[in-house]
């Protein structure tokens, strides 16, 4: 069973006003388990590519560092288009420290480490892919 994701983050629900991370939870279930496989896939590269490039000055750029992000990492499953709900919410991550953003990568990747998901299983019930 995975942990709830104050376990990996900074967020206490008991002590802090409803942010950012509050939203997630209220969404996506306090594990992220209402998350399928592909906006958990797609969440954790946004993030993982947002931490790996924050350093790097986006200014004079039309489109945000965090939307880049999530473009890159969405462009297989059309999460740009597709899933608006999922983009604003990575969107408002880019708000979080770095240490938060860090602990929601950790989470999805326990939520996504070892696990067949619905999505990945053809009409017949063969597995299509067992590489995560």
């Not at 998350?35 to 004079?60: C, F, H, W």
């Not at 950790?106 to 067992?130: D, F, H, M, N, P």
């Amino acid at each position: 069973m995975s942990h709830p994701i104050g376990y990996f983050t900074g967020y206490n629900p008991a002590t802090q006003e409803p942010g950012i991370l509050h939203q997630i939870q209220e969404c996506y279930g306090v594990q992220l388990q209402e998350l399928t496989y592909e906006q958990k896939i797609v969440m954790r590269a946004a993030l993982a590519d947002y931490i790996a490039n924050k350093p790097i000055d986006q200014s004079g750029n039309s489109i945000s560092l965090i939307d880049s992000c999530i473009e890159s990492a969405g462009v297989d499953w059309g999460i740009w288009d597709e899933d608006e709900p999922l983009v604003e919410v990575i969107q408002a991550c880019s708000l979080l420290s770095e240490d938060d953003i860090e602990g929601l990568i950790e989470a999805l990747t326990t939520q996504i480490r070892g696990k067949i998901y619905a999505s990945r299983i053809c009409a017949e019930g063969q597995i299509i892919s067992r590489h995560y």
